[in-house]
C-alpha cells in the first residue's frame, strides 16, 4: 500500500489499512522520524516490508517515548532508511514491539 505523503514527523503512525498490510511504500516530504507504528489488532506476529520511494531519508527512532509503548521499535539504536532501501519490521506480540530481524534479539 502507498499511504498519503509523510509531511512531518511522526508518532503511533497508523496509515488506512496497515492491519491488512505487509508491504507498506513511504514517501516524505522532507528528512522525517517516525517513533511508532500501530500495533496489530487483534496483536499477532505481523510482518511488514516498509520500502522508502520517496526523495528524503525516514529515520525510524528506536524505542522512542513520542509513541505509545506498543507501537514503539526496539531496533537496537535509530534506523536511518535511505531513498530506495527498505526495513523489515515484525511486530514481537510477547514484548509488544515492532522488531527487526536485522538486529539481535
Known amino acids: 500500500m502507498t499511504p498519503p505523503i509523510i509531511t ?6 497508523a496509515p488506512i489499512g496497515i492491519s ?15 517513533s511508532g507504528l500501530i500495533a496489530p489488532v487483534p496483536v499477532s506476529n505481523q510482518a511488514i516490508f516498509i520500502c522508502n520511494v520517496g526523495l528524503n531519508q525516514i529515520i525510524f ?25 527498505g526495513i523489515i519490521l515484525i511486530y514481537d506480540k510477547t514484548s509488544l514491539r ?5 538486529n539481535n534479539i
Open 61 to 85: 527512532k528506536d524505542n522512542d517515548a513520542g509513541s505509545t509503548a506498543a507501537n514503539r521499535f526496539l531496533l537496537g539504536g535509530n534506523k536511518t532508511v535511505q531513498i530506495n532501501e
Open 8 to 13: 512531518g514527523n511522526v508518532d503511533n503512525y
Open 98 to 102: 515492532w522488531r527487526s530481524p536485522a
Open 20 to 34: 491488512a498490510a505487509n508491504f507498506l511504500r513511504l514517501r516524505t516530504s522532507g528528512n522525517f522520524t517516525i
